[in-house]
């Protein structure tokens, strides 16, 4: 897979710290702890990819990785929310970023948002998926750990959140189970996002 090439390319805490918007990426959201850095290093089968977004410092900054030879393309990285104490005008920065970013961001062409299998669906998830929707972007969702739980359970917890987002959201966002541990659904998920990439 072409996502097997990525590398760290930068990491940007301003507007103007972005590639140009010219090419196309696609976007990682997820709660801290839901399993984003092990999808994320699954997907471009690499031990430490996404270890440089946990980076102290780094929690506030888009991560971009590139992927060579395929220049314009990117994965980017968001921090994941719900993460510890941040100084209120640091915050405010950060959520007016975020924002703009979203709202403007010509060479976002999809956003996987992350979720615990378990407990799908929160407040921030349906935010960023709320997001994307809003702006005509696709949205994945990811329902990783899955190896946690029963293939049935599993099977239902996809369904179920399906049936959930298919009122608010109609098709623009599909579902899948995924663990970064068993690798289930690895290639399902490449093929999304290689698709929203053009590769
Ligand atoms: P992040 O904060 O969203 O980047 O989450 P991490 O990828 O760092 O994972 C958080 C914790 O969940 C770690 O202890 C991982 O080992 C564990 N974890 C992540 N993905 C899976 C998975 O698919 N299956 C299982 N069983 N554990 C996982």
């Not at 976002?108 to 929707?133: C, N, Q, S, T, W």
């Amino acid at each position: 897979s072409p996502l097997e090439r990525a590398r760290y390319l930068l990491a940007a805490h301003t507007r103007k710290q972005l590639p140009e918007d010219g090419g196309a990426e696609v976007a990682f959201a997820g709660r801290s702890n839901a399993g984003k850095s092990s999808a994320l290093n699954a997907l471009c089968r690499q031990n430490a990819l996404a270890r440089v977004s946990k980076t102290p410092g780094r929690t506030q900054q888009l991560v971009y990785f590139e992927l060579p030879p395929h220049e314009g393309k990117y994965l980017v990285d968001l921090p994941g929310y719900g993460y510890a104490k941040v100084p209120q005008d640091l915050q405010a920065h950060w959520q007016a970023f975020l924002d703009q970013y979203f709202h403007t961001r010509a060479a976002l062409k999809g956003l996987v948002v992350v979720m615990d299998i378990r407990h799908p669906l929160k407040d921030y998830d349906r935010e960023m998926l709320g997001f994307a929707v809003r702006r005509g972007i696709p949205a994945h969702a990811l329902l990783t750990k899955a190896d946690k739980l029963s293939r049935g359970a599993a099977s239902s917890a996809v369904l179920a959140v399906r049936r959930e987002l298919a009122g608010p959201y109609g098709d623009t966002v599909s579902v899948q189970a995924f663990s970064g541990e068993s690798k289930q659904g690895v290639e399902e998920a490449r093929a999304v996002v290689e698709g929203w990439l053009g590769l």
